[in-house]
């Protein structure tokens, strides 16, 4: 097996479609002023692409890159943190996890 290089540009029929991209980026961008809590259209929009994922088997990194590189194009940066155990998790953080999750979710 090959380890994935980020540095090179990656390959469209391994993106996510377009639809679940626009829908990512504009959740992300409501995101920015919501506050850490995920809002209803974030959760939607990683749940899809968790689920898009899935069904057309695109690895699980390449998914979270796209979904850091969304975050960071629209301004969504992880919070500071002075101690882990007293701050708050981060939407960043939720996000990976959240995508995780749905991509491994057994299909009902």
């Known amino acids: 097996m090959i380890a994935f290089d980020s540095r090179r540009a990656l390959d469209p029929a391994h993106t996510l479609a377009q639809g679940t991209v626009a829908a ?34 695109l690895a699980p990194e390449i998914l979270l890159i796209q979904l850091k590189t969304l975050a960071d194009e629209v301004g969504l940066r992880p919070i500071e943190r002075a101690t882990p ?21 057994k299909s009902d």
């Not at 850490?36 to 959760?43: D, G, I, M, N």
């Not at 155990?85 to 979710?105: D, F, I, N």
Request: aromatic share 6%.
């Open 24 to 57: 990512l980026r504009n959740a992300l961008v409501e995101q920015r002023s919501a506050g850490h809590e995920p809002t209803a259209a974030l959760e939607r929009a990683v749940a899809a692409a968790a689920a898009e994922a899935r069904a057309r088997n």
């Open 85 to 105: 155990a007293t701050a708050p998790v981060s939407v960043r953080e939720w996000m990976v996890g959240a995508l995780l999750r749905g991509y491994w979710a």
